[in-house]
């Protein structure tokens, strides 16, 4: 079973048109992630949480936000899209504890199309 | 943003034949991970490293945490053709962060 679960898979939006991204966990990680990947390149962090704390990257643009609710899910949230802005998107947990420590799970992702 | 020194960057084999492909970094690491990723999909987990020197199957898969904690090594062995992929390597740094540096991977196409 899934442990990572993003929804939607494949996301179409229109230039300038908010769009959100979902992303939920099974696995009561402490620590969530947001990645953006473009054309088989490594995945770019773009923020993560450690439970409720938000640490974004220095070269995340603003046009890219986060929302944690609650442990199991995390939005990203991108207020204007870009035609560069049209990628992968993964989203991936981690704990900080026990024997799966430092390990990263991550979501099928969800693909964004920018028209 | 930071990335390893991951080689060779696409690789074409035979079926049947072994695979070897690393990831070199001037920080040293806490732990190693290697993924695949298919196309459309996420990474997908195949073997995690915690201890220098620590040699690791999964299957066909054998993957080593270097001596150094500066490198790590991913062998397939009598490859197939579900083998195609992109692998990955991240690694854990040792200090404080919950990030991880991503290699720029290795495009693996396998002939039948």
């Known amino acids: 079973d899934a442990m990572v679960i993003q929804n939607p898979r494949y996301q179409v939006t229109q230039f300038g048109k908010p769009v959100t991204l979902s992303c939920s966990q099974t696995?009561?990680?402490?620590?969530m992630y947001w990645y953006q990947q473009k054309s088989s390149q490594a995945p770019k962090l773009l923020f993560h949480?450690?439970?409720?704390?938000?640490?974004n990257e220095a070269d995340t643009p603003d046009n890219f936000q986060s929302r944690r609710p609650n442990t199991s899910f995390c939005f990203l949230d991108i207020r204007s899209p870009g035609l560069g802005d049209a990628a992968m998107y993964l989203c991936?947990?981690?704990?900080?504890?026990?024997?799966?420590?430092?390990?990263?799970?991550f979501g099928a992702g969800t693909r964004l199309s920018v028209l | 943003g930071q990335q390893l020194n991951q080689s060779p960057q696409s690789m074409f084999i035979q079926e049947g034949e072994d695979v070897s492909m690393n990831c070199t970094s001037s920080?040293?690491?806490?732990?190693w991970l290697w993924y695949k990723q298919d196309p459309g999909e996420g990474p997908v987990l195949l073997i995690a490293?915690?201890?220098?020197?620590e040699l690791t199957s999964n299957g066909r898969l054998t993957a080593q945490f270097g001596i150094t904690r500066k490198d790590s090594f991913l062998n397939i062995s009598a490859s197939i053709p579900s083998d195609v992929g992109i692998y990955f390597c991240?690694?854990?740094?040792?200090?404080?962060?919950?990030?991880?540096?991503f290699g720029t991977g290795t495009r693996l196409k396998v002939l039948a």
């Open positions: 490293l915690y201890k220098a020197g």
């Open positions: 949480y450690y439970d409720k704390d938000f640490n």
């Open positions: 696995l009561n990680h402490n620590v």
């Open positions: 991936a947990t981690s704990s900080k504890a026990g024997i799966a420590q430092n390990i990263q799970y």
């Open positions: 991240a690694g854990h740094p040792t200090s404080g962060t919950y990030k991880y540096i």
């Open positions: 920080s040293i690491f806490n732990t």
